[in-house]
């Protein structure tokens, strides 16, 4: 199936207005429409909808373990923000990797850095040190969820690299879904890929890798709370290893599909 089937997005608000709905509405009714059309198309298909639905108020989101997504962007919507979430804590080599996908990227995909309200440093003095040990979910909230909801203030829709093989919390992850936290629709277009489908792209398009990921690290987020990964584990779990937490919170699954 392919994207000319689903309806492009019409030009804004005043619409709904009149017929009594809202831009949120017809958002989850694209994310609806689209979770079925899409859920079998190949990740550039998914990427071009994106792009010929939303323009530029379509934006691509990555943990830059490596450039995969970003390079698909590129290629299938050239001129999309990538926005970068600085929580404070990163990795120096993801600091590095940052740099390296603007540099690499240029005038074609376009970096957008978004900071939490609060550095480090004046959390630490408002909450206590190390709340990334006492806390995550509320650092995570303030550092990771909340930047990103107003980031989205300017789009309609964002995409994420999330995979089902990532790990079970990941399973049923959807190629198209409703982002009900922050009204906008989520792609996912790797959904369906495996490692070694991630694996054969990089081979095969020289695309930009994390140093960490050569280093075991075969997920990477805030340095405190992400470990290397043994041989057997899946590749998320030394994300918060030693907790019951999974997930940052950004990637809510099960809208619509
Ligand atoms: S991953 Fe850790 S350091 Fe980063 S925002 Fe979440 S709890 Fe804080």
Redesign the pocket.
């Known amino acids: 199936m392919t994207a000319e089937l689903v309806a492009p997005m019409p030009v804004y608000a005043s619409p709904y207005a009149s017929s009594g709905t809202t831009l949120a509405d017809h958002r989850e009714a694209l994310a609806r429409r689209a979770a079925w059309r899409l859920e079998d198309a190949p990740p550039e298909i998914v990427i071009r909808w994106a792009a010929r639905t939303f323009g530029h108020r379509f934006a691509v989101t990555s943990s830059l373990a490596d450039a995969v997504l970003i390079d698909l962007v590129a290629r299938a919507a050239p001129g999309t923000d990538l926005i970068f979430l600085d ?1 404070g ?1 990163h990795f120096p080599e993801t600091l590095g990797m940052r740099d390296a996908v603007e540099a690499t990227y240029r005038g074609r995909i376009n970096v957008v850095t978004v900071t939490p309200d609060q550095t480090v440093a004046e959390q630490d003095a408002a909450l206590g040190a190390r ?2 040990s006492r806390d ?1 979910d509320t ?2 909230f303030l ?2 969820v909340v930047p990103l909801g107003r980031a989205l203030d300017g789009y309609d829709a964002w995409a994420s690299g999330l995979r089902r093989d990532e790990s079970p919390a990941r399973a049923i992850t959807p190629v198209v879904d409703w982002d009900a936290r922050n009204q906008r629709v989520k792609l996912n277009p790797l959904a369906r890929w495996t490692q070694a489908d991630v694996d054969d792209y990089i081979s095969s398009h020289d695309i930009l890798l994390n140093t960490l990921v050569q280093d075991g690290f075969r997920s990477i ?2 340095a ?2 992400t470990r290397r990964v043994a041989p057997g584990e899946d590749d998320r779990a030394g994300r ?1 290893s030693g907790t019951s937490k999974t997930e ?1 919170g950004l990637h809510l699954v099960g809208g619509p599909a």
Do not use: D, N
């Open positions: 929580t804590y709340l990334f995550p650092c995570c550092r990771k987020g805030c405190p709370c918060w940052c």
